[in-house]
């Protein structure tokens, strides 16, 4: 590992390609910039994505990584030095172009430059220190495992702005697919909020899991005679999964005028009948806003969301990955900075 005046991570120096301990000169602050110092960083499956470019938006080397918490090192001349030293977190996003039609409505998550927002950019988590700008580094709630709070500053968020957006009754019954990374915090947030939930998942074994979580159901997705009896069940289905849908008995098990979300990116097969006839709802999820990611953290300190987790050092990134590609991991994985401390000058 290299030291001194260097910024030390890890990159991927090709697509797809395993990475590698990377040095870089710190990024020099803008005015409304804050510098962290990382102590934990998230792998999430679209840190893969981005390794393997399959959006085509990444420029190598890359340094993957963007559920990050740590301590704010140093400031821009416009933001308070009374930040300096203090715990937060960061997630996907790290900048918005706050003149684009979006940001000026106040939906900085659908920034026009999204390609450029990503808290990866120019350098992710995945190393000793990042560079966002100063309102997309989030106080932490001070008793919040680091742990904890980098799953939630993805995952979690991506989570809780979907079913706050599209859950507006207490009484609605909600059917949560997948139990995985983001399924398995779903649930939790879903019967927080004080909704009837059920479990829905290829993987029969999981029954336990998802009722401990707080499910009140478990349907296994090969249950044929489970899913009829749900037929019109559902007010929401909520998809985590990525893959292995049958999209058939999902529409069958949502009501007339039910809804439909996805936040993550699964290839979707399904029937214009189905939508027309039952006045049905396909609603896609990115992110949220700042005010969201604010409100996501202190309803999951208040209401004590836990995520699933496995502790990793950064220093074996690369086995962590191939857990995560192997579909191995249970079911997030955060990687404790073990890279030497750098000081910035």
């Given at each position: 590992?290299?030291?001194?005046?260097?910024?030390?991570?890890?990159?991927?120096?090709?697509?797809?390609?395993?990475?590698?301990?990377?040095?870089?000169?710190?990024?020099?602050?803008?005015?409304?910039?804050?510098?962290?110092?990382?102590?934990?960083?998230?792998?999430?499956?679209?840190?893969?994505?981005?390794?393997?470019?399959?959006?085509?938006?990444?420029?190598?080397?890359?340094?993957?990584?963007?559920?990050?918490?740590?301590?704010?090192?140093?400031?821009?001349?416009?933001?308070?030095?009374?930040?300096?030293?203090?715990?937060?977190?960061?997630?996907?996003?790290?900048?918005?172009?706050?003149?684009?039609?979006?940001?000026?409505?106040?939906?900085?998550?659908?920034?026009?430059?999204?390609?450029?927002?990503?808290?990866?950019?120019p350098y992710g988590g995945f190393s000793s220190s990042i560079v966002v700008e100063d309102g997309f580094a989030y106080p932490l709630p001070?008793?919040?495992?680091?742990?904890?709070a980098a799953v939630l500053m993805c995952a979690g968020f991506t989570v809780f702005t979907a079913l706050s957006r599209n859950c507006i009754?207490?009484?609605?019954?909600?059917?949560?697919?997948?139990?995985?990374?983001?399924?398995?915090?779903?649930?939790?947030?879903?019967?927080?909020?004080?909704?009837?939930?059920?479990?829905?998942?290829?993987?029969?074994?999981?029954?336990?899991?998802?009722?401990?979580?707080?499910?009140?159901?478990?349907?296994?997705?090969?249950?044929?005679?489970?899913?009829?009896?749900?037929?019109?069940?559902?007010?929401?289905?909520?998809?985590?999964?990525?893959?292995?849908?049958?999209?058939?008995?999902?529409?069958?098990?949502l009501k007339k005028k039910g809804k439909l979300f996805l936040s993550g990116f699964p290839q979707v097969n399904v029937s214009s009948v189905?939508?027309?006839?039952?006045?049905?709802?396909?609603?896609?999820?990115?992110?949220?806003?700042?005010?969201?990611?604010?409100?996501?953290?202190?309803?999951?300190?208040?209401?004590?969301?836990?995520?699933?987790?496995?502790?990793?050092?950064?220093?074996?990134?690369?086995?962590?990955?191939?857990?995560?590609?192997?579909?191995?991991?249970?079911?997030?994985?955060?990687?404790?900075?073990?890279?030497?401390?750098?000081?910035?000058?």
């Amino acid at each position: 590992m290299m030291s001194g005046s260097k910024i030390t991570g890890y990159a991927a120096l090709k697509q797809g390609a395993m990475l590698t301990p990377f040095s870089y000169d710190p990024p020099r602050l803008k005015k409304n910039e804050v510098r962290i110092a990382i102590t934990h960083c998230g792998l999430c499956g679209s840190d893969i994505q981005g390794i393997d470019d399959i959006y085509k938006i990444v420029e190598y080397p890359f340094v993957p990584g963007h559920e990050v918490v740590g301590h704010i090192s140093e400031v821009g001349t416009e933001v308070s030095h009374s930040r300096i030293g203090e715990r937060v977190g960061v997630g996907w996003q790290g900048r918005a172009c706050m003149c684009c039609e979006w940001c000026l409505k106040g939906d900085v998550h659908l920034c026009m430059d999204v390609a450029e927002n990503g808290s990866w950019s120019p350098y992710g988590g995945f190393s000793s220190s990042i560079v966002v700008e100063d309102g997309f580094a989030y106080p932490l709630p001070e008793e919040m495992p680091p742990e904890d709070a980098a799953v939630l500053m993805c995952a979690g968020f991506t989570v809780f702005t979907a079913l706050s957006r599209n859950c507006i009754s207490p009484l609605l019954k909600i059917g949560i697919v997948g139990i995985g990374g983001l399924g398995h915090l779903a649930i939790q947030f879903a019967k927080a909020m004080g909704y009837e939930v059920t479990a829905i998942s290829s993987s029969p074994g999981k029954r336990e899991e998802a009722l401990t979580l707080g499910a009140d159901r478990f349907i296994a997705a090969s249950d044929k005679a489970a899913l009829n009896q749900a037929e019109f069940y559902f007010d929401l289905l909520y998809i985590t999964a990525h893959g292995g849908i049958a999209w058939g008995d999902m529409m069958r098990i949502l009501k007339k005028k039910g809804k439909l979300f996805l936040s993550g990116f699964p290839q979707v097969n399904v029937s214009s009948v189905d939508l027309v006839s039952h006045e049905l709802s396909i609603v896609g999820s990115f992110l949220g806003t700042q005010a969201e990611m604010r409100e996501m953290l202190n309803f999951s300190f208040t209401h004590n969301i836990e995520p699933i987790l496995e502790l990793m050092p950064m220093s074996q990134v690369n086995q962590a990955i191939e857990k995560l590609r192997e579909n191995k991991g249970r079911y997030r994985i955060v990687l404790v900075n073990d890279i030497l401390s750098t000081k910035v000058d």
